[in-house]
């Protein structure tokens, strides 16, 4: 099969032939027809990820079709159109027997721990498990950009949140991760606050139902106290940055919740965090790491029902032999849209 692999970390991926996967006992080998570009690709290029063993080919954010079946899979067969969330579970620890497969201890993901969907086909392990079927009405490259950067915002908001209808949502940092979350919290009834450095980036936050926009270069924390009369109820770092990290804490009304989103890692993976305002009023703080496939079902209904459209979120379509350069470029500038490779 064709995919995009790099032998070195930090060194251009190469379009190459390699050998096509087989499915294990329990897994499915997915013809992908969309994948999405992400900064987590990026990241593990840098070599920012233990998990990745090279050779290496990246790619979490997918949807495609089931191309082959292993022997022990009862729910899938050939030609099922699905997808699969980027964190997948084994099926067997003390998280996936209580439905968090999202933090699973031997957690398997597409592109890090094995090769990933930047090729014409992935395995998928535990499927039945981890495999999500799509709505007839949903496009692939719709999938495939639910996969990572939507669902994650989608169990920020609604699961880790809790946000319900007449709260006050910040989202600080207003790119693929921050515009989903915008339009999931406002579909779930909450007053939502956009805050970003960039002014067409706060104009679609607007667009997407946020009841107020903030430039992220002046006084943040001020500008929502006012706005708030006192401090949002729940906020989100969806950038993942000291910065914005520190404006979602210190923007919280008493007994408020910090949700991290945004991934902090390299020189940012221990930042000071203003723990007097955490004690002292009672300040929740809780991470969220994308969203097990037995909760994509609430989500596609939202999507089905007209609530939602992550197809408005949706970027550039881009071929595989373009993925080397977009991937490269991912720290360079966040587009607005989800870029996605829809060409094999
Ligand atoms: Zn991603
Ligand atoms: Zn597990």
């Known amino acids: 099969m064709k995919a995009v692999l790099f032998e070195t970390f930090q060194e251009a991926p190469k379009v190459r032939t390699v050998a096509d996967p087989t499915p294990e006992a329990h897994g499915v080998v997915l013809k992908v027809e969309a994948t999405g570009v992400c900064r987590s690709d990026w990241h593990g290029w840098m070599g920012h990820d233990s998990d990745i063993e090279l050779p290496h080919i990246p790619g979490h954010e997918l949807a495609g079709v089931v191309e082959a079946v292993g022997k022990d899979v009862k729910n899938w067969n050939v030609g099922d159109r699905v997808t699969v969330p980027f964190i997948c579970g084994c099926g067997a620890c003390r998280e996936c027997h209580a439905g968090h497969q999202q933090v699973c201890l031997h957690q398997e993901q597409p592109g ?6 930047f090729a014409e086909y992935v395995p998928i392990h535990q499927a039945d498990l981890n495999v999500v079927a799509l709505p007839e009405s949903m496009d692939f490259a719709t ?3 639910l ?15 809790k946000v319900s209808a007449g709260q006050w949502l ?39 139902g946020a009841v107020a926009v903030i430039d992220g270069s002046g006084d943040v924390v001020e500008a929502i106290k006012d706005i708030t009369k006192g401090g949002a109820h729940v906020s989100l770092d969806a950038l993942g940055h000291p ?7 210190l923007c919280l009304r008493p007994r408020g919740k910090h949700i991290q989103v945004g991934l902090m890692l390299g020189e940012h993976a221990a930042p000071t965090v203003p723990m007097p305002k955490i004690v002292g009023q009672e300040i929740e703080l809780l991470g969220s790491h994308g969203m097990q496939a037995h909760r994509y079902g609430a989500m596609l209904d939202m999507v089905e029902s007209g609530k939602l ?15 080397p350069e977009a991937l490269m470029n991912m720290d360079k500038f966040q587009s607005i849209g989800a870029t996605v490779i829809t060409s094999f």
């Open 143 to 145: 999938a495939a950009s």
């Open 170 to 208: 910040v989202v600080h940092g207003c790119g693929g991760v921050g515009l989903s979350a915008v339009m999931i919290a406002t579909a779930a009834g909450a007053n939502v606050i956009g805050v970003d450095l960039d002014p067409a980036k706060l104009a679609l936050a607007k667009d997407l």
């Open 243 to 249: 910065i914005t990290m520190t404006n979602s804490i």
């Open 112 to 117: 890090f721990t094995h090769w990933g969907s």
């Open 309 to 323: 459209d992550p197809a408005r979120l949706v970027g550039d379509k881009i071929s595989l032999d373009a993925a």
């Open 147 to 161: 996969g990572c950067r939507f669902a994650t915002s989608f169990r920020a908001v609604i699961d880790q949140g």
